[in-house]
């Protein structure tokens, strides 16, 4: 049986560098494996201190929007993390066969020290809360972006250690999944779309909004009559996500023949790019007016992960002597 997770930083609005680097082998992965199981990871999200306001709403938003995606609740298990407190209990077992030396190589987390963050304990052990996230619910495969793979050796290193010291293979030892032949999709100035780079066109954008993005994409200054390469333009490197071989070439076509002018080829991204999300947007308008119907998903989800969570637990608790 092949179990896949995934979680989920409930950290903003989503855009479609977000969507095609994650969001849509998600929703794929669920159609391909035997137990497909998300969720969105609350507890990490308190490492850093949000406004408990904020969190609420981005959790639903997160939710809301993964839904409209495509993860299909009948597919995939899919829960707030901290409706599973058992992860808790878990990450304190594992926190005692975690040597501190292991945590402080972990680049995340110098990464912030070298900003200049003060650590809470929290973000120091972030690693084990993710360790105890997969190994509770003894996942194989953990599809992740790469900036999370130390995390996922963390993982492997702490169930090696775990099952060593109880000489026994109480934790299955995950593997990663990181899609490699994703692009990285380029933002409205042409370096890597993000958030922190305030350069991204948002998923599910009012229209006007996305609109006015795409038409701040940086351009050369070629003028109207000239002809252009598509092959080194961000417009056409966006558009080619939205459309198929045969439109692809068309528009390659109008570049190269002139008089087609860097406004034009935005207008025909921002068709493409409304046409492709209009289903999403759609299911989103319909799934926005039901939050009951969502929160009575994500219960659900728990109360399936909870399920497998408590007998994953028992034997750990077995093993270490806690009974
Ligand atoms: P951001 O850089 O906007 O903060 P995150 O780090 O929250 O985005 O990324 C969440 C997921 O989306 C990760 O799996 C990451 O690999 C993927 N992702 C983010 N931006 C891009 C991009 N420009 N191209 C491809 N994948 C991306
Ligand atoms: N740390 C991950 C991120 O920032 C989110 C996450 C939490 C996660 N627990 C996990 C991902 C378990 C995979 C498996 O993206």
Known sequence: MK????????????????????????????????????????????????????????????????????????????FRQSDVPAVCELMWILNCVTGVGLLERAHSYKDKIAKGFAPNNGLFSYPVLMAADILLYHANLVPVGKDQKQHLEITRDIAIRFNQEHNAEILTVPEPYIETNVAVIPGTDGQKMSKSYNNTIEIFADPKAARKKIMSIQTDSKGLEEPKDPDTCNIFALYKLFSTPEQQAELAAKYRAGNFGYGHAKQALFEAYMDFFAPMRQRREELKAKPEYIEEILRNGAKRANAIAQESLEQVRKAVGLR
Do not use: W
């Open 3 to 78: 179990r896949v997770l995934t979680g989920i930083q409930p950290s903003g609005t989503l855009h479609i560098g977000n969507y095609f680097g994650a969001i849509s082998s998600i929703v794929k992965m669920q159609q391909e494996c035997d137990e497909s199981i998300v969720f969105i990871a609350d507890f990490h999200s308190l490492t850093v201190s949000p406004k408990p306001d904020e969190l609420r709403e981005r959790v639903k938003g997160v939710a809301l929007d993964f839904l409209s995606c495509g993860l299909d609740p009948e597919k995939s298990i899919f």
